[in-house]
Structures are given as C-alpha cells and as structure tokens.
C-alpha cells in the first residue's frame, strides 16, 4: 500500500514534465492541426546547447536553463520556416515527414557537437531527500512538479489575459475566422510555435537535471513521451495535455515498478494504440473528435 | 417506382436541414430540384448516395431499402452522381475518371460516352487540366459510364457561361435523359424547364410544392422561397 | 564486382521491400509510420524457420511473408478506420509495441550442441543459412533482385488492373471513390495486407543476408525512412521508392561523400524536396509527361518507319 501511495507520487511528479513536453505539444497542433515530430529533437537541441555552455564555461543550473530553453525555442523557429511556414493548411502529412527529416538534421548536428554517447548535464539541486512519514520526495523531482505548475499557470496567463493569448484561442477555435476578426494569423502561429518550444524547452531541461544526463536519444524519447500524453488527453486539447501528461507518469511508474522499463514501455505504446483504435478522440478530446467527424460528413 | 422517399429527415446537431420529405421517381424519367440556397438540396443528394445518414424515413431503390446502406454499396446498385463544384480525380486521366471500377470495364462503350460529351479527343489528359467545362462534362461521362438507373446532377451549370450553359442542357437531353432516370438541382429556371417534366420546390428541408416546371415558376410560393415574402412593412426574409 | 559493392546493393534491394511497403499505403492514402514492425515480423519468422526449424529458405521467406500480411491486416481491421495522424500514429505505436515486444521474446532451441533463436534485447544471431549452403553474396544478391523484379511487374500489372485504380482512387479521394462503387475500407485493407507481405518478405531477405538481427533494426527510424524513400522518389510510379532508396542509400551511405553528416544532408534534401515536389521527383505529372514523351516518341519513330518504307517503294 505505501508502495503504491509513493509509486503515485513519483509518477504524479515526473508526470508533471510529461504534462509539460505534451502542453507544448499541444500548442503546435491546436493552431496548425499538423504534428510537429522535430519537437522533441528541437527541445534536445536546447538541451545540448545547455550542457555544452555548462561544460565549457561551467555556468550554474539557472543561466543553463535559460540556454535550454532559448535553444529549444531558436531550434523551433527553424522547424517552423523549413516544415510547417511553406505548407498549407491541408498538408498535415507534409509538415510531419518534414519535421522528421529535421528530426534527423539535429540528431546529427547534436553528435557532432558533442560525440559521446553519454554527457553530463548539471543537476538541478543537490541534497537528501524529504522524508514524511514513511514517504520521501526527491528534491529535484519537488522541485520539476513546482516549476512545470508554475509555467502551466504562467501558460493559462498568458493564453487567457494577453492579446496575444486571445488571438492564439482564437486561431485554435477558426483561423479563417480569426483571419476576418483581424488577428494577424501568420505571426501569431509563429509565436505560439516558438513558445510551445520554449516551454518544451523547461521540461526537456526539468527532465535532463534529474537524470543529470543526456544522450542523443533524449530527442526521441521527448517526441514519443509527449506524444503519448498528448494523445491520451486527446488531440488539442490543452486541459487534456495536463491530465494525459500526469496520468502516463502514474501509470509508468507503476508499470516500471512491477514489470521494470520494457514492459512500462510497452503499456505505454498499448496505451495509446487502445486509445486510437478504441476511443479516438482521447480522455478529454470529445469535442475535437467530433470536430473531425463533422469535417468528415460534410462533401 | 425506381426511387421513393418516405418522411426522409437529416439533422445536423439542432438543425433540419431536410424534414419529412416525400418524393417519387418513376424509372427514366426527369425531375428538377429547386429551391434557394441551404435549402437542402445537396443535403438530400447526399442522403440518397448515402454520404449522410437519414434521422427518420426511408429510402427505397428499385424496391429495396437503402436507407442504412453504405455509399459504395447503393452506388453499386445504380445511383451515381456529379457535384456542385466538381469533383474528379485530378492525378488521373480523362478515360481513367471515366472508365468505371465496377463492371468489367468495356473501353469502347466508354469511348463512345467521352465521344458524345465531346471529350473524347482529350482522353490522356489529365483531369487537372481541363477547362471548367471538360470538367463539368467529364463528371456526366462518368456517371454516365456505369450504366446507372439515376444520376443524381447537382447543379451541371453552375459556373458556365450562358453558350456552355446551352451546350451542356444539349449534352444531357441527348446523352443522359434517353440513358437514365434524372434528379437535376438547378437555379437556372430555363435549365430545368428545358429538361424536366415535373419540378420539386424546397424551402427550409421541406418540400413545398410539386408541379410541371412553368406552373412551379409562376406559384407564388416560388417567389416567396427565392426572395421572401412582401407584407406591410416591407419585404421579409424571414419566412 | 567487390563485396562493398554487393553488399550495398543487396541492401538497396532489401530495403526496397519496405519501402514499397509503405507506398503500397500511401496510394491507398494511408500514411504509415509502423511498416517496420512487418519487416521485423518477417525477419524473426523466416530466420526461426531456417536457424531453428532447419526449414529451406524459399519456404521460410514465403512464412515471413505471410505473416507479415496476416498481422498487417490484423492491425489493419482495427486502425484502418482511423485516417491522417491518427492512422499514422496508430501504427506507430503498434510497432514500437512489437518492437519491445522483440526485446522481451526469448526462445533458445538447442541446434547442433549451440543455442539457437531469438534472445530477447541481445537480438537473434546465427541465422547462417548462407553460410551453411554456400550461397555466395552475388548469387543472394541476383536473388534479391529476381525477387525484387517480379515484385515491380506486379506493381505494373496491378497498376493496369481495376483494382489498382480502385486503390488510386480510394488514395486520391476516399468519399468520390465510395460514389463510384469503390468499398475504401476494404481496399485499404487488402492494401495494408500486402504491405505487410511485402514488407515481411524484405524482412525474412533481410535477415538471412546480416545473419543477425536485433529489435533496434526494427526502430521508428527505419519506418519513417521508408515513407520518406517514396516521397522522395514520387508518388507517380512504383519506381519512385525504389528511386528514394538508391538515392539515400546508394549515394548519400554508400559514397562516404557526407561521412559524418549523411543525416543533416538527407534532412535537409527531404525537407526542401517536400517544399519543391511535395509528391516527390517522379509525381503523377512527371510520369504522364514522360509517357507521353515516349508515346510521342514511339509515334514519330513509327511515321518515319513508314516514310522511309514509302519511299524506299
């Protein structure tokens, strides 16, 4: 029983960058209903510019943060003019082998960068666990759970309180619409594109100062993480990313703890196989869905 | 009867975009649609062709219900259709959008068909290539080319200038009418008057009137859907 | 010919397979990401059948084969109703599912003194069918091709065929071809069984030329390779995948021109290609105005035929 009280938390915490990778992911898809595939490798861009200026220069976790995210977001912006700005709206498909030919692009850059397999990034904070009761909670993973709420908040801000954040909903809810109300579409999708990477960003650099490491992989296994706990929540939807996000963290660590890291991978992937072939439009996605059933119907 | 609806009602979420319309085809013959836009008309193509699933009533085709019927299956059973902006496959070739999948494929009856909607010079071109008019043609040779018992015409016009327009109601009379029964959605009332014996008015999904195309246009309730009614302030459109 | 050279077009070959694989779904408008895991299911089958069950290879292949299409239309039924990303990523999960799957797979059978057969994430060495038959890498190689032949004549017959315009169609616009009597479903899933036969076939191939394989090989990386290899070479022809292969591997891995940044100038050709010929280098344009060039061709070569024999008379 207190295994499984502290399996939860541990999957709610790690959960909580998930709910991070998939929010940015999210983003991207509600305002270009295209899947950006280079996101993950986009976000391990910034994380490798982090741990080479920390490895060269020495710098402490905040300035590398900050690198992290201003390369996720740089990384973004070239993603967007090369695989998503060229395209139109119809060319979902275009924009997502694009954005896996780039995948591929900064996979290789990153080796060159840094050729070993296995680099230290600088870890976040150092110290004993909280202990409460018969539970402890690792410093880092505290501190991950606060900064990924802290930047959810700061995203709902923005999104629900600035001009700009009115014009991303809009774009999200009709973007021809938002084209005839006067929001400048083009720059706005540009911009959310760029944020949703730049809050990529803090995750993929929450998630590498827990491990205090990162591997060429990282790209990937950003992509297919934030993926996951996007589809679960349901395409688009944003509240949806956060639930999907923590809900995979639970259900993987308890996976890892009772069948170890394969077979936690292999719920995951079955996870969201089920989820499309079974309930498509995801746990919180119902109206996307029909959305697209509509779009269906009509000739 | 080679096509009767009963009580046909499609609704999309809180609207009816056809309510309880009654209509009757007899095998051959030719029947105008008309009615303002939104009035649902496409709405009813699509429910017979199956694209759109009927609420209530029933479709029967040559005696059969077809009402839950896949679209692939009841256009297997003889409906075909052409669209209000035309649809083909614009990678493909004119004879390869014409040549039917279904039967076994006879080139030279498919020959002949492109010949008589003159279409048959440009058969390796691909659609994307066409005027709107080879276009618009190359729809009706298709549906033409799998044998239909009804070809359901979504405004075969639309788009055309008034020579094209006199060129393609030709086209029908000799190439369509003497082949297949006929549903024709139009505006142009001279269209419809030129090619169908009966004409059906609808307005707001339901089916107002059903008459012999020269009475139908001189009804007051042709007016009434076209341009609203005239009370005493002025003219309504609301209806 | 050098055994570098063999062993490269042997690869180019193989990979030809899936890459097929996925055109034959992106005809019938379907994108793929998960050919890989057909590919994997041929490999681990046929290499069981000739490493453990000491089967001929020609059978062995034929299982590979027959599997891959058996799952493929398994996945098929279940996701085929799904389009665009959510088709895409279905399948991706089904083969990142099948892939661990893999890793976790173990079954040794002793074979002559040694164990034998797949041992999970330590892969599945010895299938040395070659070796023990003395099939030399030339004669795998013409294999590969013959086979590889008669699967491009298919491709050409089929193209011809009803079915093959069904399936055109059915890719082109699902809902124009349901109104002409195409069931789109149904084509679609005869489309993603022979994928799968393909792609397990190219997987079985695969196997018995590098003797081992691992679950890695059967990664996201090589299914989104081989939908890119048909978008690259275009979507016009069944040439066009194979074009996209020897493109990638026969220039760009095998000339050691990029050595070291193959992938950034691969990334990038794709990226710019998608900008310039979304339907990649052999699109249903270039191939309509190349066969009436040779229509056209044909026509003049046959007038002057007649003139010279006019005026010889």
Redesign the interface.
């Given at each position: 029983m207190i295994d499984l009280i502290q399996n939860t938390l541990d999957g709610a915490m790690i959960g909580s960058s998930y709910a991070l990778l998939a929010l940015g992911f999210t983003l991207i898809f509600g305002t270009m209903r295209r899947l950006n595939l280079a996101y993950g490798p986009t976000i391990m861009a910034g994380a490798y510019l982090g741990t080479y200026a920390a490895l060269r220069l020495g710098i402490g976790a905040v300035p590398v943060a900050l690198l992290v995210v201003a390369g996720a977001a740089l990384a973004g912006l070239y993603v967007e003019r090369l695989c998503f700005r060229p395209f139109g709206e119809g060319a979902a498909i275009t924009s997502m082998i694009s954005s896996f030919a780039v995948w591929m692009q900064i996979e290789e850059a990153a080796t060159l960068v840094l050729p070993q397999h296995l680099n230290a990034f600088p870890p976040l904070v150092a110290g004993a666990p909280i202990t409460l009761g018969p539970f402890f909670f690792r410093l880092d993973h505290l501190l991950m759970l606060v900064v990924a709420a802290a930047a959810a908040a700061l995203v709902h801000g923005v999104l629900h309180h600035t001009r700009f954040g009115l014009g991303v909903r809009t774009v999200i809810d009709h973007k021809r619409a938002a084209e005839l109300v006067g929001v400048p579409v083009m720059r706005t999708l540009t911009l959310a594109f760029v944020l949703a990477c730049a809050i990529g960003g803090l995750a993929g650099f929450l998630i590498a100062a827990s491990e205090a490491q990162i591997t060429p992989m990282f790209g990937m296994w950003a992509t297919t993480k934030g993926l996951i706990a996007m589809m679960l929540g349901g395409l688009g939807s944003l509240p949806g990313a956060i639930v999907g996000g923590l809900a995979l963290g639970v259900i993987e660590a308890h996976a890892q703890w009772l069948f170890g890291p394969l077979v936690r991978d292999l719920i995951a992937w079955g996870l969201l196989f089920a989820v499309l072939a079974f309930f498509p439009g995801g746990l919180l996605g119902a109206r996307e869905a029909g959305q697209a059933a509509a779009l269906q119907r009509r000739v | 009867m080679l096509l009767q609806l009963e009580g046909l009602t499609v609704r999309?979420g809180g609207v009816e975009a056809v309510s309880a319309v009654d209509l009757a085809l007899e095998p051959g013959a030719s029947l105008g649609l008309m009615g303002p836009n939104g009035c649902g008309k496409?709405t009813l193509f699509?429910a017979i062709?199956?694209?759109?699933r009927a609420e209530r009533g029933r479709i029967e085709f040559r005696g059969a219900d077809i009402t839950r019927l896949?679209?692939?299956?009841i256009?297997?059973r003889g409906v075909?259709?052409t669209?209000q902006t035309v649809?083909?496959?614009?990678?493909?070739?004119v004879l390869?959008n014409a040549?039917?999948?279904?039967f076994p494929?006879d080139l030279r009856a498919v020959m002949e068909i492109l010949e008589s909607l003159k279409l048959a010079g440009r058969r390796?071109a691909?659609a994307a290539e066409l005027s709107l008019g080879e276009q618009r043609r190359l729809e009706v040779a298709?549906a033409l080319a799998?044998a239909p018992h009804l070809i359901l015409m979504d405004e075969p016009t639309a788009g055309l200038n008034p020579e094209e327009t006199e060129e393609m109601v030709a086209l029908i009379r000799n190439a369509v009418l003497p082949a297949c029964a006929v549903i024709l959605t139009e505006h142009k009332p001279g269209v419809i008057a030129a090619l169908c014996r009966a004409a059906v008015l609808l307005d707001q999904g339901r089916k107002v009137l059903q008459a012999v195309p020269g009475e139908l246009f001189a009804s007051a309730a042709f007016h009434a859907a076209y341009l609203g009614t005239v009370d005493r302030n002025g003219i309504s459109q609301d209806k | 010919m050098d055994d570098h050279l063999v062993g490269v077009l042997c690869n180019i070959g193989i990979i030809s397979f899936v890459a097929l694989s996925a055109y034959v779904l992106l005809l019938a408008g379907e994108v793929s990401f998960g050919q890989q895991a057909f590919f994997a299911m041929g490999a681990y089958a046929a290499g069981m059948a000739t490493a453990v069950l000491r089967w001929p290879l020609a059978p062995a292949l034929l299982v590979g084969a027959l599997i891959g299409a058996l799952t493929a239309a398994i996945v098929g039924r279940a996701t085929l109703r799904l389009t665009g990303l959510y088709f895409a990523m279905a399948t991706l999960a089904f083969a990142e599912m099948l892939r661990i799957a893999f890793e976790l797979f173990v079954w040794q059978v002793d074979v002559d003194g040694s164990l034998v057969g797949p041992k999970g994430t330590d892969g599945f060495g010895d299938i040395r069918y070659l070796f023990e038959n003395e099939i030399t890498p030339a004669q795998y190689m013409a294999g590969v091709y013959v086979l590889l032949a008669l699967v491009l004549a298919g491709f050409a017959a089929i193209d011809r065929s009803r079915f093959g315009r069904m399936l055109r169609q059915a890719g082109a616009d699902p809902l124009l071809a349901e109104l002409q009597g195409v069931s789109v479903v149904r084509v679609r899933l005869v489309a993603a069984a022979a994928a799968g036969a393909l792609a397990g076939l190219g997987g079985g191939l695969y196997a018995h030329l590098l003797t081992y394989v691992e679950p890695g090989n059967f990664n996201i990386m090589l299914g989104v390779h081989s939908l890119a290899y048909g978008l690259i070479g275009g979507l016009g022809t069944v040439l066009g995948p194979v074009l996209g292969v020897l493109i990638d591997i026969g220039l760009l891995e095998s000339s050691r021109l990029f050595e070291g940044y193959r992938m950034i100038v691969f990334g990038g050709l794709v990226a710019v290609l998608l900008i310039v010929r979304p339907r990649g280098l052999l699109d249903e344009r270039a191939v309509h105005w190349i066969s009436s060039c040779v229509k056209g061709l044909a026509g003049a070569l046959a007038a002057r035929r007649l003139d010279r024999s006019l005026r010889r008379r």
């Open positions: - | 999309f496409t699509n062709s199956g694209i759109v896949a679209a692939h299956d256009a297997r075909a259709r669209f649809r083909l496959f614009d990678r493909m070739t390869e040549a039917p999948t279904r494929v390796d691909l298709r799998r | -």
